[in-house]
């Protein structure tokens, strides 16, 4: 496994690829530690997030210019800018149910929520929104595959595995109508 650190204006996102020989797929993405305006960044929080990287994924290589492109994306999104990530993603570990629910929940396009229900029937699962929840909350790559878009049938977020919970969910969805609505201007 291989990882990288992209500097965010919400603070250091951490991500790993499978770094195999059949192919060097993303397997891994750690939202901000701390999601906030005023995230730290710079050495400091580097330091800390290669620190929380070690922890993570044991052994894993410290690559600085792994995957440049989505590093790029990766900023570009967090200063709020309307981002799509194509990337090739590793999800072997996961169960063909889940890799299926990823795979859907990762076309729901930016600035746009599905509800769980919405996204079994997307996936081509109707009727298993529990099953979906459960998948989402164990989502590997969150922001690539964007499970803060998916929302509870009321239309309200509900909770969020991410660092900050859903405070953070709720701060996703707000840079993502934020943006959306200054383009519709």
Request: proline fraction near 8%.
């Amino acid at each position: 496994m291989r990882y990288a650190i992209a500097d965010t204006a919400w603070g250091p996102v951490l991500f790993a690829t499978s770094g195999t020989a059949t192919g060097d797929g993303l397997r891994r993405l750690l939202l901000p530690l701390r999601p906030t305006a005023d995230a730290v960044t710079g050495a400091g929080a580097g330091a800390s997030a290669r620190a929380v990287a070690r922890r993570q994924w044991p052994g894993a290589d410290y690559v600085p210019n792994l995957l440049p492109q989505l590093q790029r994306q990766i900023q570009r999104y967090f200063d709020g800018l309307p981002t799509d990530f194509w990337i090739k993603l590793d999800l072997s570990d996961r169960t063909p149910f889940h890799q299926t629910v990823l795979r859907a929940c990762a076309t729901i396009p930016f600035g746009e929520t599905l509800t769980y229900g919405q996204l079994a029937d997307l996936a081509g699962r109707p009727g298993a929104a529990r099953a979906v929840g459960s998948v989402m909350a164990g989502n590997p790559i969150p922001l690539i595959i964007p499970c803060h878009r998916v929302i509870a049938a009321a239309g309200r977020p509900s909770g969020f595995s991410a660092p900050g919970g859903a405070h953070t969910r709720k701060r996703l969805l707000q840079l993502e109508t934020q943006t959306t609505c200054a383009q519709a201007q």
